[in-house]
């Protein structure tokens, strides 16, 4: 049974500035994300990660940004072909999103408590008195105790912060919950707080996650799929045993051996030479050959597509399809 | 090899509107020529005030500081100078740490135009050098900053950093806020330099798999203290300190096999200001007891080179 419940095709955003001309942020990329699943993209700053996530809640600044081509269905609906006020319903509803920043999530001036019971009033059709009542409840479920309804965000520590911000997004029990580097900005041990808790509110909800993140143990820890993306593409994508445990990619490879402590006892790290390249100006054949130590004669040649190597892995690069080919 | 720096019972607080803040609190510790003390903790936790005071870009409120044996505590200007040349501090933002208005040129020549005494091409010279040490292609030195990346921009504060050949540098968190890929060129490039010059780190970072990557011995900090200190492979082996469990426990290991025993802390770290009596771990320690809350305990070594701030440290 096919139980798909947001699928991606073909998705291409560029930013078109008067500045550096055209950024080719995303570039056909195609993602499935099944029910309950937590599907993990990573990349590096630029990578063009979370274009994708906001361009898949109708978020995108426009100017500068434009969905050039592709699809995003959503319960047979393409989200991309909605209107906005359709797009209302569904934003913050069935589909929500915690951004990386907690500082800046919330509104400064604004209790707490209310801009819970704000989402809920907004999606659920219920009277303030029960809208408050659940915003209680949810804060309650995140860890936070209900005498801090009133309080306001700058009363809230860092890790408390993004915590609201979760109870937020969870609210309306969401089917999607998009979360971009959900605990970048926190410590190490009120990250490890942060991802319980998501954890278990997942288990609870049966909520679909996608992670965006830059760091390979918080995907490891939480992700069943994972896609890694570079230079606006999906270089690689399978489950996240395909992933760690048969890397196929180059780039995925140098993610790896850049980490410490990743490769044992070497004395210096692997890391990968060079540097991104400038949206603005992508290399016209394979994005990473100029930072790849494994290129072959068809690099310099043509483009490479994304191939299935194995059942559900797929990856971009000449070295993994010829190699099996050579089977 | 000997002892470059150490301090004893070091202090900084500072008077805010509410009361003393305990940023550093009786921090005693030694570092031996050549080698990298990481220092590691979270947010808030004084490591960064802990790294400034022992350059002087901050002064003491208390303790002592010695560098080669001799007492810099408290110098006077012309004094301060000297030392300035051999301490550097490299910061953990690239962005807001190199002046805007400065090419690359400017930025890496100004410790020697501060210093005096080269001649222009004396300068010319060290200035190339540096940067082909650091691996900025030469034809940057008259970029200015905003037109570089953040790796780029890290050198560049190595580059001024190194530029007066110092022996001691203070590194804070001088690979945080980069990508992993340049997060390793710029890690490699430390140890080479410091292989080279032989340098000794004071390596603050809260990151713990760098921090094992990179150090020799390792320094917990909580709240302004040092709960825990020891050599690298007996601090991530035996771990005492319950923080200091929990914070091995609680790192994301990039292993999809890793099976986590993770010790999941309560609550957050309280306020730094108007500390009392008593363990500051102790509301979010899962064995704290009475005791805990009454009298503070001290740093004491267990085994040999490893120290403990606990009343129950594991194992006993």
Do not use: W
Not at chain 1, 57 to 77: A, C, D, F, M, T
Not at chain 1, 165 to 172: E, N, P, S, T
Not at chain 2, 56 to 81: M, R
């Amino acid at each position: 049974m096919d139980n798909t419940i947001l699928s991606i095709k073909d998705l291409t955003i560029h930013y078109f500035t008067s500045d550096f001309g055209v950024c080719k942020a995303v570039n056909h990329v195609s993602l499935d994300l099944k029910a309950g699943e937590t599907l993990g993209i990573v990349g590096e700053t630029g990578a063009g990660k979370t274009t994708v996530a906001l361009g898949i809640l109708g978020l995108l600044q426009s100017p500068p940004g434009r969905v050039i081509s592709g699809s995003i269905e959503y319960q047979r609906k393409d989200l991309l072909k909605m209107s906005e006020r359709e797009m209302q319903k569904i934003r913050g509803g069935q589909i929500s999103m915690v951004f990386q920043d907690p500082m800046t999530a919330l509104n400064p001036i604004d209790r707490v408590g209310e801009q819970i019971a704000e989402v809920i009033h907004l999606h659920q059709h219920c009277s303030r008195i029960e809208a408050i009542d659940k915003a209680m409840e949810m804060l309650e479920l995140v860890g936070i105790t209900r005498d801090r309804y009133l309080e306001y965000p700058h009363q809230f520590s860092g890790g408390m912060k993004q915590r609201v911000v979760i109870a937020m997004a969870l609210a309306c029990s969401p089917h999607i919950l998009l979360a971009d580097e959900p605990t970048t900005a926190l410590d190490v041990t009120i990250q490890a707080q942060v991802l319980d808790m998501m954890n278990q509110m997942k288990k609870t909800m049966g909520t679909s996650v996608i992670l965006i993140t830059h760091d390979l143990g918080v995907v490891a820890e939480m992700c069943d799929k994972v896609a890694v993306m570079y230079a606006g593409e999906i270089v690689e994508s399978g489950t996240a045993e395909d992933i760690f445990d048969r890397t196929a990619h180059p780039y995925t490879m140098g993610l790896f051996t850049s980490l410490p402590g990743y490769v044992k006892d070497a004395k210096r790290l692997k890391p990968i030479r060079g540097l991104m390249p400038d949206p603005a100006n992508l290399p016209e054949l394979c994005k990473f050959g100029p930072r790849c130590d494994k290129t072959c004669e068809r690099c310099s040649g043509e483009l490479p597509e994304l191939v299935e190597i194995t059942p559900g892995h797929f990856a971009r690069c000449f070295s993994c399809s010829d190699e099996k080919g050579g089977k | 090899m000997g002892e470059l720096i150490s301090v004893y019972e070091l202090q900084k607080y500072f008077n805010v509107s509410s009361g003393t803040l305990h940023a550093v609190d009786n921090v005693t510790f030694s570092i031996n020529e050549g080698e990298t003390l990481g220092v590691v903790g979270e947010s808030g936790c004084g490591k960064s005030t802990l790294g400034r005071v022992m350059i002087h870009l901050l002064e003491s409120t208390g303790g002592k500081i010695y560098y080669k044996g001799e007492d810099v505590t408290k110098v006077k200007p012309q004094k301060l100078s000297q030392l300035r040349k051999e301490m550097q501090i490299i910061f953990q933002d690239p962005f807001s740490s190199l002046n805007p208005r400065m090419t690359i040129y400017q930025i890496i020549a100004e410790p020697m135009a501060i210093q005096g005494g080269y001649s222009r091409k004396q300068i010319d010279d060290i200035v190339y050098n540096i940067m082909d040490t650091v691996g900025l292609a030469r034809r940057l030195v008259n970029s200015y900053p905003h037109e570089l990346d953040g790796g780029r921009r890290q050198r560049i504060g190595i580059a001024r950093a190194l530029v007066l050949n110092p022996k001691f540098i203070v590194c804070d968190e001088p690979v945080s806020a980069l990508d992993v890929s340049i997060q390793a060129q710029i890690i490699n490039l430390l140890l080479d330099i410091q292989e080279e010059s032989d340098l000794t780190y004071l390596f603050i970072t809260h990151d713990l798999m760098v921090v094992k990557y990179i150090s020799n011995k390792i320094m917990v900090m909580y709240l302004g203290q040092v709960v825990e200190m020891a050599e690298n492979e007996e601090l991530f082996a035996h771990p005492l300190h319950p923080y200091t469990q929990s914070l091995l426990s609680a790192v994301a290991v990039p292993d999809v096999h890793h099976t986590r025993n993770r010790i999941i802390l309560k609550g957050e770290v309280k306020s730094p200001i108007d500390l009392g009596e008593g363990c500051r771990f102790a509301p979010r320690c899962r064995y704290a007891t009475e005791a805990c809350f009454k009298t503070t305990p001290q740093l004491n070594e267990t085994i040999h080179g490893h120290a403990v701030a606990c009343h129950y440290p594991a194992g006993s």
